[in-house]
């Protein structure tokens, strides 16, 4: 009986059935990308200890990485208070009569909704510090769906990033309005 469980399987049915159970279907393994995304969410100051805050000369503060991440990889959070545009649009006044306060606020449409996440208030979460770039980013927005079915807006690497490159991604409000106070909207 030992004998036979130490045999070497044939090439015949033994074999196929072994190369068969250890193989992940491309669902199984979107799922477990997905809940792994779900735990860096839930679990932000271990994942954004690869993310080192920095002055960048012109910009104020911005994030460098500390590691290596392949296309696609899950970064961050842009983390933040999510509010109803009506509230939006309130302190986004209230925000613009005191110049001391930086632009943080990001809308996004989801699944036909509109939402602003509201990253104003000083924080340790670091999405809020990732400065822009039109012409040379290496992250792009995505929102994913938390298990509460809340909408949150994350960033993810849109090629391979090196260690020491800083992390960029374009902010999308390309209007004339937005660029002619800020013409490095267009220009970084
Ligand atoms: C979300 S904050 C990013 C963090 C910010 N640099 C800080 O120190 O808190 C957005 C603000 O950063 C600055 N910023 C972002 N990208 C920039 C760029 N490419 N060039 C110049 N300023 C930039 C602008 O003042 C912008 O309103």
Request: hydrophobic letters at 30%; a positive charge; aromatic letters at 10%.
């Amino acid at each position: 009986m030992v004998e036979k469980i130490l045999q070497k399987p044939s090439r015949g049915i033994e074999s196929f059935c072994y190369r068969r159970s250890t193989r992940k279907t491309a669902a199984t393994l979107q799922k477990e990308r997905e809940k792994e995304i779900l735990w860096l969410i839930e679990h932000p100051l271990e994942n954004e200890k690869d993310l080192i805050i920095e002055e960048f000369p012109g910009k104020g503060r911005g994030i460098r990485a500390a590691k290596n991440y392949s296309k696609n990889d899950f970064v961050c959070e842009y983390k933040g208070e999510i509010i109803s545009m009506k509230l939006a649009h309130k302190r986004e006044n209230e925000y613009a009569r005191d110049p001391s306060i930086g632009s943080y606020m990001y809308f996004f449409v989801y699944k036909g909704r509109h939402y602003c996440v509201d990253a104003t208030d000083d924080s340790s979460y670091k999405g809020r510090l990732i400065n822009h770039s039109y012409l040379n980013p290496n992250l792009r927005t995505q929102v994913v769906q938390d298990c509460k079915g809340n909408p949150r807006l994350c960033l993810f690497a849109l090629r391979s990033i090196k260690p020491d490159e800083e992390l960029l991604y374009d902010y999308g409000d390309h209007s004339a309005e937005s660029v002619a106070g800020n013409p490095w909207i267009l220009n970084s």
